[in-house]
């Protein structure tokens, strides 16, 4: 069974910076992209970042500049480093996997974190 575990979230001032990390546990052969999603108080879940097997990488406007996303292909992991913090990052960050592969040449499939609260004062 494929889990996706996140940590690093929690309560910064503004400005400040955060590091949250997600790593795939199981008996995956390949992921194709991992990638940060975003569900702020009242609005629906937003693609943050995301990043694929080969390092190619696609950001939301408003974390362009500000946050960096890399990963770990031999670890199965994920990170996005969060700099200069807004109160408009708040949400709970949930990690993704998509075209997850438990053999090589067998199906895909996506995975979900539990998530992972972040909140930004003012």
């Known amino acids: 069974q494929v889990q996706l575990v996140e940590s690093g979230g929690g309560l910064v001032q503004a400005g400040g910076s955060l590091r949250l990390s997600c790593a795939a546990s199981?008996?995956?052969?390949?992921?194709?992209?991992m990638g940060w999603y975003r569900q702020a108080p009242g609005k629906q879940r937003e693609l943050v970042a995301r990043i694929t097997s080969s390092g190619s990488t696609n950001y939301a406007d408003s974390a362009k500049g500000r946050f960096t996303i890399s990963r770990d292909n031999a670890k199965n992991a994920v990170y996005l480093q969060m700099n200069s913090l807004k109160p408009e990052d708040t949400g709970v960050y949930y990690c993704?996997?998509?075209?997850?592969?438990?053999?090589?040449?067998?199906?895909?499939?996506?995975?979900w974190g539990q998530g992972t609260q972040v909140t930004v004062s003012s």
């Open positions: 199981g008996s995956i052969a390949s992921i194709n992209a």
């Open positions: 993704n996997a998509d075209g997850v592969r438990v053999w090589r040449w067998g199906p895909s499939d996506d995975y």
